[in-house]
């Protein structure tokens, strides 16, 4: 988020200076090219690894150096916001206390604020993305494939009000779910004696207990973005996850965690136990049916972790509203709720009537003929 006015140019005290990762050929801005999977320069052409970057370019130091190493202290602030400092153009950068990378709105260029991710916020690791922004576009525009009732013009690429690639700050953590499951359970068995078919139900009381370890269960930790949305995104490959470095922000946006303790713990718990819950159940495997009646799961924290996961996050607008997409910057999976055309759904549905009735008259006909 970037927000400049007159009432915030007009304060004259010392701003923080934003980071920006120079060209060691050039000393134009570079940006991290997912395609290349390296760092590349869009004024010159050069490409580098970030091996190669470290050596020309202080920005993108080792990760422990990142930690140390820091800015003039901010002291600029307007009302949940601080200013920083264009190290391209030295314009004003205003940006809220949850962004850590944002761009000049002036020249551009990407501004990493790297007090944002410092100290306690420093990530451990991080998925660089690996899906370009016009593969974002593209997922839009095929949304039509398999489904019918979509307004005609809604995925046209002319609706897409804004589209962004974003490090959604992200928590993984392992826990211990420990407990016991009380199931009603029935066995339901047939059988036929002559012209009589016989059913007999026996009913069970089920226990299933013990204890189970999840790893890497991911809970978003920015309150700005929908939960449901970044769930529906998962899986990511935990595999492509490599140390942090502020260098890979360059050319995307990036906010800091804004959400721990409790609350996710909490949201963890839940999804560890429901899926306990389920693996247990499904367990009983001898009952032809199983309820569950009770339970006294509990879920212990072992570990967590402080990663940065990548995500395109797509803005539509149609038919004057705002409809949000994402897609997983990783593996390219797309998810968003997609509107539908009433009059579509309509006429889709006395289609299906008129079809239902032709096979009915259809096969009464042949009946009818057969019996005669």
Known sequence: MIIVGDKMTENKQKTEQALENKCPSCTASMKFKPK????????CG?????????????????DEKNKKKENQKVVDKYDGYISYKCESCGAEIVADEATAATFCVYCGNTAILQSKLSGEFTPSRII??????DMAVDAFKGLSKGRPLMPKDFNNEKNIEKIKGVYIPFWLYDVKVSGDVNMNGTIVTHWSSGDTRYTKTDTYKVVRGGDMEYHSIPVDG?????NDIMNTL????????????HAYLSGFYAEKYDEEGDSVLKEVSERAINSTKTYLQNDAKQYTTKVISSNTLSAEEIDKEYVMLPVWMVNIKYNNKMHIFAMNGQTGE???????DKKKAVLYTILIFVISAIILSVLSYLIYKGGV
């Open 36 to 43: 290349l999977g390296k760092f590349k320069c869009d004024y």
């Open 46 to 62: 050069s490409e580098f690894t970030l091996e190669e970057l470290k050596k020309y370019n202080d920005n993108a130091a080792t």
């Open 128 to 133: 660089p993305f690996k899906k370009e922004k």
């Open 222 to 226: 920015s309150t700005h973005f929908d």
């Open 234 to 245: 998962e899986p990511f490959n935990y595999e492509d996850l490599i140390p942090y470095n």
């Open 334 to 340: 797309f998810i968003g709720n997609i509107p539908i």
